[in-house]
């Protein structure tokens, strides 16, 4: 279910994007997701558009908004489901980690004391670089491919989120990237 989940969220962003495309495209404006989102059909007429593109606009808000009515209903069922335990609240103290979020990775990670070291749970999370070097030359790659790639996009939003949310990470955020701008990193 929480897979489902993920795959409703990311046709709805599949949807955003598009929105925002035609209309960075078409209009120079690079209007916020959150405005998109609340549009109604009398916004779109509003929109310095030709037809034909404002149809296009229309027919990716209604499935933008069945995806949102859709993953309401398997969030509501999933939250019916899955009763808290210690380790799922556990997980929700972590910054930019909600009640789905936690579900994903508590119902993707399964039993954390199959996992070695931290390292290897990190890695079957997709969340260690897989390529391998020597002398600072790159010799080889890994199969980045391998891991739970469920679990990789729970952490990436929760990182998004976390960076948007919580001031100390979000200005950790902007030292990382002044960072390896700096040096090309």
Known sequence: MARKRAQLVRQRTTQLLSIKNLL???CGQDIPSTTIK??????ITDLPLLPEQRLAIQANCAVMHTLE???EVVEKELLRQLKPCKAFNLLKTMAGVGDILSMTIFLETGD???????GNFASYARMVNSKRE???KKKGEGNRKCGNR????????AAHFA???NEFIRRFYQRKCAKSLLFGI
């Open 38 to 43: 609340k549009w109604t059909s009398e916004h």
């Open 24 to 26: 960075v495209r078409n």
């Open 150 to 157: 469920y679990l990789c996009w729970a952490f990436m939003e």
């Open 69 to 71: 009515q859709q993953i």
């Open 112 to 118: 954390i004391s199959r996992f070695d070291s931290c």
């Open 163 to 165: 960076v948007g949310s």
């Open 134 to 136: 020597s002398n600072g």
